[in-house]
């Protein structure tokens, strides 16, 4: 489905970048040109942005034609080719730039967030993003995410109560923190979850003694005291390991028994998946 978003940032996508022409192509590509090119893929990974590199030729060129051969979501591998493009010579290298910018990015994120899965296997953790995005860029890098095999934590600021350390302060420490929600959330008639951030087990406990949340957040943990909180909090509420956990460190995590595992290098330490769109 195309959404409104997705449009408007297609459209201010291509006004930034095309100004008042492409001139490049206007000083020497014929007008009424047509031909050819292929996206050939360079790394191995998770391919993802596809659907969106479709939209993209759509609103440039609705005459050009994507024969897409690989989809978002399935293994990719170097030297494949993921689609074929036909149409107009000028509106390919219009697409170009735009097209690669989305799809490198998308497909970095997507197999990063798989190998991330894939070393949770079998235990029930699940793989959550975290708000560290791109600004303006958030809805395509939290799509990777789910296209990679992870979830969403929340869209924003406005889809879930996350009570975090400064939150606490400012609030006059966890038991306020949790109180003050509880009767805003009451006062404005909103059905929001509570997630609260623990530093420490003493955190855990004044949590557990308080209750009214949904899920604790267990921040820069180390392994044991991870596995120490999950037997306390003994599936009264969701628990989430957060905080610097890495490829090396993420089975150790999972296997403490928490319900989810934030990563927020999946969306902010990226290198773009290696990609070009070659003509014919």
Known sequence: ????????????????????????????????TNGKAKLLIKD??????????????????????CEIRINDGEEIHRGDIAFRLTGSQQSILKSERLVLNIMQRMSSIATSTNRYVSLVAGTKARILDTRKTTPGLRFLEKEAVRIGGGMNHRMGLFDMIMLKDN?????????????????Y?????RDLKIEIEARSLDDVKRILATGGVHRIM???????????????????????????????????????????????????????????????
């Open 185 to 189: 959330l009451k006062k404005t008639g």
């Open 44 to 65: 191995d990974g998770i391919l993802a942005g596809v659907r969106v590199a479709s939209e993209v030729f759509n609103v440039i060129d609705k005459d050009l034609k």
């Open 1 to 32: 489905m195309v959404t409104d978003l997705l449009k408007e940032f297609i459209r201010k996508s291509i006004e930034e970048d095309l100004g008042d022409g492409d001139h490049s192509s206007l000083a020497c590509i014929p007008p009424g």
């Open 167 to 183: 939150h606490i302060i400012y609030a006059g420490g966890i038991e306020k923190a949790i109180k003050k929600t509880l009767e």
């Open 218 to 280: 267990l921040d820069n943990f180390k392994v044991s005291d991870t596995s120490a909180a999950v037997r306390m909090i003994a599936g009264r509420y969701e628990t989430e390991s957060s905080g610097g956990i890495t490829l090396e460190t993420v089975r150790s995590y999972a296997e403490c028994g928490v319900d989810f595992i934030s990563v927020g290098a999946l969306t902010h330490h990226i290198r773009s998946l290696d990609m070009s769109l070659e003509a014919l």
